[in-house]
């Protein structure tokens, strides 16, 4: 499920027919070797996220249904850290 909500996350904010890299490593062993590649997430023209891996050609997983969940809109923003004052950076 988390590789899952890892692909939404990366496809959810790009617009259909876009495409871009993620730090989610390849899981297949063609050969009987590890793939040394990255997925790919591409937006499909019908909003479905497909993941793919460039370097062995692999396609792993075509979610749909996934605009509703909490991973929809990428990333999370930032928040400011609230740090106790009477601590130290040592």
């Given at each position: 499920?988390?590789?899952i909500a890892r692909f939404i996350e990366y496809g959810g904010p790009l617009q259909k027919n876009e495409t871009r890299?993620?730090?989610i490593e390849c899981v297949k062993h063609p050969?009987?070797?590890p793939c040394l590649g990255l997925m790919w997430v591409v937006k499909a023209p019908d909003e479905d996220i497909i993941a793919h891996c460039m370097a062995c050609g692999t396609e792993e997983a075509c979610v749909q249904n996934w605009q509703e969940t909490e991973w929809a809109n990428g990333m999370m923003e930032p928040v400011p850290l609230?740090?106790?004052e009477t601590r130290t950076t040592h």
């Amino acid at each position: 499920m988390l590789r899952i909500a890892r692909f939404i996350e990366y496809g959810g904010p790009l617009q259909k027919n876009e495409t871009r890299e993620t730090l989610i490593e390849c899981v297949k062993h063609p050969n009987r070797k590890p793939c040394l590649g990255l997925m790919w997430v591409v937006k499909a023209p019908d909003e479905d996220i497909i993941a793919h891996c460039m370097a062995c050609g692999t396609e792993e997983a075509c979610v749909q249904n996934w605009q509703e969940t909490e991973w929809a809109n990428g990333m999370m923003e930032p928040v400011p850290l609230m740090l106790d004052e009477t601590r130290t950076t040592h």
